[in-house]
């Protein structure tokens, strides 16, 4: 299987049966990078590190006052049970 790196547009061949390959073809957002390139990126990514001046962003928490708001908001739409119709009709 034919692949182009995103960076360098450099084309290799990998085997297609590889988990590589696999999921270039079922994850579409998935990229492809050289070994060059990987290699580049991992290099200025531990440089910047040694710096103290990155950050890896986290995963926003959620805000327990929301999580409140929302059930007490479920609680107030149970109370709210349409009222059955009288049996009265003639």
């Given at each position: ?5 995103d ?12 988990i ?18 990987n ?15 990155f ?6 928490e ?22 059955e119709?009288s049996?009265?009709?003639?």
């Open positions: 299987m034919q692949v182009k790196c960076l360098c547009e450099q084309i290799d061949q990998i085997e297609a049966s590889s590589l390959a696999k999921r270039l073809l079922h994850q579409k957002v998935q990229s492809y990078l050289c070994g060059q390139c290699e580049r990126i991992t290099l200025k990514t531990k440089q910047r590190h040694e710096t103290g001046k950050q890896l962003y986290k995963a926003k959620n805000n327990p006052n929301k999580q409140k708001q929302n059930g007490s908001n479920k609680q107030q739409k149970e109370k709210k049970v349409p009222k119709k049996s009265n009709q003639c």
